[in-house]
């Protein structure tokens, strides 16, 4: 069993940053291939970014490549999702995402492919 447990949301003016970090527990966190996903209100869950545990292979969605990095830290067991130039449109719940093993990044950006699920942390961006 994985636990996923996010932190790092907040309230931020358009043009900001936030770093949105997730940790997991477990011993075997490197060999997670971990995902971030986002769900505004009335919608459903979207795809943001993945990042594989073979290859070192990342994957954005169109609408943040650019603006948004996605890394880890296999010591701390720990991801991150670095977000700059934030917009009113990335107001969102943010999830984090885990599953053991190699996918291709076409799966990563799947909710369907994750076996484990953070809680989420509130991200709201103001115009």
């Known amino acids: 069993q994985v636990q996923l447990v996010e932190s790092g949301g907040g309230l931020v003016q358009a043009g900001g940053s936030l770093r949105l970090s997730c940790a997991a527990s477990?011993?075997?966190?490197?060999?997670?291939?971990m995902g971030w996903f986002r769900q505004a209100p009335g919608k459903e869950r979207e795809f943001v970014a993945a990042?594989?545990?073979?290859?070192?292979?990342?994957s954005y969605a169109d609408s943040v490549k650019g603006r948004f990095t996605i890394s880890r830290d296999n010591g701390k067991n720990t991801v991150y999702l670095q977000m700059n130039s934030l917009k009113p449109e990335d107001t969102a719940v943010y999830y984090c995402?885990?599953?053991?093993?190699?996918?291709?990044?076409?799966?990563?950006?799947?909710?369907?492919?994750?076996?484990?699920w953070g809680q989420g942390t509130q991200v709201t961006v103001s115009s």
């Open positions: 995402a885990a599953v053991a093993g190699d996918y291709s990044i076409a799966a990563l950006s799947t909710t369907r492919t994750y076996d484990y």
């Open positions: 477990g011993r075997t966190f490197s060999s997670y291939a």
């Open positions: 990042d594989s545990w073979s290859g070192r292979r990342t």
